[in-house]
């Protein structure tokens, strides 16, 4: 074929052929490659929606949300009249984006830990913390505290530390009632007393925000969502803030000037049992537990258990009364000691034979007397009696802690085990329990249950307590009540053992009391002593009942030298306040020898 000449039909159809299979051959490898790209893809989105789904969705949850707690208010805890004992104040958290302050944390750390006084290294691996925009700093500081610290942080142009709301608890009162409300700490924590009693309803119950954030910011078009927090409910104790106060004070200045190791005084409603006043000393401020041994936190009066020593012959003798061994005249001979098993009784004032009536036992405060007249009941009988009276048992006002004190099977008695508890030796009782125990005579032979909440409230153990839930039953028959309170007057008149606690244009009946205490090393009798002091008034139309109880007094005094004034300076005082105007009963004519 001569150049220039067209290739022949044959040669070009092999050459067209030839053109076309090395198209269909790019056109299938191009096929082939886009199917194990495309099969690439689609493994990779099933990894994506199903086998790794959760874990990437907490994935980007941890990097672009984040859920923040909304506090709830906690419920105020008042005295009677509605005065706060306990409150909410506003406050601050400090919280930070680690994102934003790890490149300074060590900085933020410093500024933070010496002006709010927290640990430097806790803060510093909060600020560090990876795969989270939030963490918590501080929480429920002052409002101008918590703005200082953010201010300082702030001026050093580091950013990412930020301030939300956060109640803060304040007790403003300070000490007044601190053992009975107890304190919250600085993570609102409850600890001790009420707070601690009705920490669920006072808490309520907290709420959270949750929200996207990006580059530290939160976005505002993004997903989210809010639960509101729900504030706790309100508490209403049966304190009055004021008796409160003086009781306290009062209290103090008695077991300072005695020397004594600590105190205890009641004031109780002899009709309703509303607790008005449960003093304690030492006590603490509730602003700043921590300043405070941790014995001085919670509430002696129901805690700590004692031998009450001649009080207890209040309860005796009414039970004697009661079951018609005696009257208030009933003549006994009192020798100067008593052969009790293999142990010998004596009275705290040495004296030869003694001729006096029951009456002038209790007022003279014999103990010889009182045992002798009490041997005419069986074991049985007087346990009864006194298991009535409340002793052996808690009070269930539902305070955490508070002791039964000891009441023991009377089995188990001996001739000298029925005689000293019958004059309030080889027996043991808190505060609140002996108060009440006595008030059963104020209130005609009835017991009533103490109480410290007005209305009615659930603790956290489930338990309804209140004024509103209180009970009732009669222990003595009101006669017997009545002749109790006859002879009890004797006591507070010359020729009784506390002459001193007179109150003028007021009729008081009362009851000293000195104990031997039961040394905590040697659990022996130590040479140590309880003393105390009972008393109601009017006592002709009794209103309000006052006991005072010091332990370890070092000024070699007793019952009615250092608990006397107590119950005296108290009782003058709500009386006034509550203006009881005099009743104007005759002193009582009762011999007391014969």
Not at 62 to 77: D, F, K, W
Not at 194 to 211: I, P
Not at 314 to 333: E, F, S, Y
Not at 523 to 534: E, I, K, M, P, Q
Request: with cysteine.
């Amino acid at each position: 074929m001569s150049q220039g000449s067209r290739p022949r039909p044959a040669v070009r159809r092999r050459r067209a052929r030839a053109r076309r299979g090395t198209s269909l051959l790019r056109l299938r490898i191009g096929f082939i490659l886009i199917a194990m790209v495309l099969s690439v893809f689609a493994v990779r989105l099933f990894q994506l929606q199903g086998v790794d789904a959760a874990a990437y969705v907490a994935k980007a949850r941890a990097e672009g949300v984040v859920t923040v707690t909304l506090p709830a208010t906690r419920g105020t805890i008042t005295d009677r009249n509605g005065v706060a004992l306990a409150d909410s104040v506003d406050g601050l958290m400090l919280v930070a984006d680690p994102t934003l302050t790890t490149r300074h944390a060590s900085q933020i750390a410093t500024i933070i830990a010496h002006r709010l006084h927290l640990d430097y290294f806790d803060l510093l691996q909060r600020l560090r913390r990876s795969g989270t925009h939030f963490q918590y700093l501080a929480r429920r500081i002052p409002a101008t505290r918590a703005t200082a610290v953010l201010t300082a942080i702030e001026k050093r142009g580091f950013t990412g530390v930020y301030t939300r709301r956060d109640p803060v608890r304040s007790y403003p009162a300070k000490d007044v009632a601190a053992n009975l409300v107890g304190f919250t700490n600085a993570m609102g924590q409850a600890g001790e007393g009420a707070e601690l009693m009705f920490d669920k309803s006072l808490a309520g119950r907290d709420g959270r925000a949750t929200y996207e954030v990006g580059g530290g910011n939160r976005i505002p078009l993004g997903d989210n969502s809010t639960v509101p927090p729900h504030s706790g409910s309100d508490l209403r104790l049966t304190i009055d803030r004021d008796v409160q106060w003086y009781t306290q004070r009062v209290l103090r200045d008695a077991v300072e000037h005695a020397n004594g190791l600590s105190g205890a005084a009641v004031v109780m409603d002899t009709h309703t049992g509303q607790l008005l006043a449960v003093a304690d000393y030492p006590t603490f401020d509730a602003n700043n537990p921590t300043a405070s041994p941790d014995s001085d936190l919670g509430t002696r009066a129901l805690r700590d258990v004692y031998e009450p020593g001649s009080v207890m012959k209040v309860l005796t003798t009414a039970a004697l009364l009661d079951a018609g061994k005696v009257t208030p005249r009933t003549k006994i001979v009192v020798p100067p000691t008593l052969p009790s098993s293999d142990h010998v009784i004596h009275d705290d004032i040495a004296h030869g034979t003694l001729h006096l009536t029951l009456a002038g036992a209790l007022a003279k405060s014999s103990n010889i007397g009182t045992a002798l007249a009490a041997r005419q009941f069986t074991p049985r009988q007087l346990y009864d009696y006194l298991h009535r009276f409340g002793l052996g048992q808690t009070t269930n006002l539902g305070v955490n802690g508070e002791a039964a004190g000891v009441l023991a099977d009377p089995s188990t008695w001996m001739q000298i085990r029925q005689d000293n508890i019958a004059f309030g030796q080889g027996v043991s009782v808190n505060a609140v329990q002996m108060a009440a125990a006595v008030n059963t005579i104020a209130n005609g032979g009835v017991y009533v249950a103490p109480s410290i909440v007005k209305g009615r409230a659930r603790t956290n153990s489930g338990q309804v307590v209140g004024s509103d839930t209180t009970t009732e039953h009669r222990v003595v028959s009101r006669r017997a009540a009545a002749q109790e309170t006859r002879m009890m007057e004797t006591v507070t008149m010359p020729g009784g053992t506390a002459p001193n606690t007179a109150i003028s244009g007021y009729l008081l009946a009362g009851k000293t009391g000195t104990a031997q205490r039961i040394g905590p090393k040697c659990h022996c009798y130590d040479g140590s002593r309880t003393v105390s002091f009972v008393g109601f008034a009017p006592a002709d139309k009794p209103r309000f009942l006052v006991y005072a109880v010091v332990q370890r007094p070092r000024n070699g005094g007793f019952g009615a030298t250092v608990a006397g004034p107590v119950v005296d300076d108290v009782m003058k005082y709500v009386l006034q306040k509550y203006a009881v105007p005099p009743t104007g009963r005759s002193v009582p004519k009762l011999p007391l020898t014969w």
